[in-house]
């Protein structure tokens, strides 16, 4: 029943509604579900189950009820806090479209300038289309740009913008739904109605399923590009702790620095 509910609202509303309704529930949701079997890392709180998601196919417990973090989220948390400086070092870091979950714990932060960007998004702190960033060159040492570049038609633009506003020697994450065991990047532009999109690409807004040649996109568009399979440095039971993916790619992506 919960996953024919959540299905129904999520095909329902449009997404800006959706991401206001949710910061009103989250906190009444936590409490229901608050118990000892799965633990969310980005807040530490632990519950009884985390929550069915999903646009097509409803997945079960992969919502986080207190930040409502996915699978995706809570990966790339226990990456940037376990292996980076995100933390730690002084960055300026622009997150496009920024994840809920993040956003109020990476503003909090006191050594990072943090700084969100969206077309759409209601939450954003500057109102930008990724083909057309209104930043200066080499600005960000570090970018996230997740889940974004799969509704984009013209992604080599987007990815061109994100490296051009990406300082010499900054890092950043760029998720996108992937079928890993497929080689190749499916599109068909000509498909535009929301019903075929769904059945073509997973979800209504969706342009593509990328494959695995979109590590080479990136490469294209100037990135040195590491394809970082964190769920094998974690422990089984840490993955089941935390319920990651077993098959979860971070893209993590480096502007190569300047050579005088």
Same mark, same amino acid.
């Given at each position: *029943?919960?996953?024919k509910i959540f299905?129904?609202?999520l095909n329902?509303?449009p +997404?800006? /509604? !959706?991401?206001k309704f #949710?910061?009103?529930i989250?906190?009444?949701? #936590?409490?229901y579900?608050k118990g000892n079997?799965y633990?969310d890392?980005?807040?530490?709180?632990?519950?009884r189950?985390?929550?069915? $998601?999903g646009y097509?196919?409803v %997945?079960n417990?992969v &919502?986080?009820?207190?930040?409502? #973090? &996915?699978?995706?989220?809570r990966? *790339?948390w226990?990456?940037l806090q376990r292996?980076?400086?995100?933390?730690t070092?002084? &960055?300026?870091?622009?997150?496009i479209?920024p994840?809920q979950?993040?956003?109020?714990r990476f503003?909090? !932060?006191?050594?990072?300038? =943090?700084?969100?960007?969206?077309?759409y998004?209601? /939450?954003?702190?500057v109102?930008a289309?990724?083909l057309n960033l209104?930043f200066k060159?080499?600005?960000?040492?570090v970018?996230?740009c997740?889940?974004v570049?799969e509704?984009?038609?013209d992604?080599?633009?987007a990815i061109?913008?994100l =490296? +051009?506003? *990406?300082k010499p020697?900054?890092?950043g994450?760029?998720q996108?739904p *992937?079928?890993?065991?497929?080689k190749y990047? $499916?599109e068909?532009?000509?498909?535009?109605?929301k019903e075929? +999109?769904? &059945?073509h690409?997973g979800?209504?807004?969706?342009? %593509?399923w =990328?494959?695995?040649?979109?590590?080479? %996109?990136?490469?294209?568009?100037g990135f040195q590009?590491e394809q970082?399979k964190y $769920?094998? /440095?974690?422990s089984?039971?840490e993955?089941?702790? =935390?319920a990651?993916?077993?098959?979860?790619i !971070?893209?993590?992506v480096?502007k190569?620095?300047l050579?005088?």
């Amino acid at each position: *029943m919960n996953k024919k509910i959540f299905k129904y609202f999520l095909n329902l509303f449009p +997404r800006p /509604i !959706l991401i206001k309704f #949710s910061y009103a529930i989250a906190p009444i949701i #936590s409490i229901y579900y608050k118990g000892n079997k799965y633990t969310d890392p980005i807040d530490g709180k632990s519950y009884r189950k985390f929550l069915p $998601y999903g646009y097509g196919n409803v %997945r079960n417990n992969v &919502l986080a009820p207190g930040t409502l #973090s &996915l699978e995706r989220h809570r990966l *790339m948390w226990l990456y940037l806090q376990r292996d980076t400086n995100f933390f730690t070092s002084k &960055l300026k870091v622009l997150s496009i479209a920024p994840e809920q979950c993040f956003l109020k714990r990476f503003k909090s !932060l006191t050594n990072i300038d =943090y700084i969100t960007a969206d077309l759409y998004s209601p /939450i954003v702190d500057v109102k930008a289309d990724i083909l057309n960033l209104p930043f200066k060159d080499n600005e960000f040492d570090v970018i996230f740009c997740n889940h974004v570049l799969e509704h984009i038609e013209d992604d080599a633009k987007a990815i061109s913008e994100l =490296y +051009r506003t *990406m300082k010499p020697g900054g890092w950043g994450i760029f998720q996108v739904p *992937m079928r890993s065991n497929e080689k190749y990047t $499916y599109e068909d532009f000509t498909i535009t109605k929301k019903e075929d +999109r769904k &059945l073509h690409f997973g979800q209504y807004d969706h342009v %593509r399923w =990328y494959g695995l040649d979109y590590f080479k %996109r990136l490469e294209k568009g100037g990135f040195q590009v590491e394809q970082v399979k964190y $769920y094998q /440095i974690l422990s089984l039971e840490e993955i089941d702790k =935390y319920a990651l993916s077993r098959n979860e790619i !971070l893209p993590v992506v480096r502007k190569p620095k300047l050579v005088l």
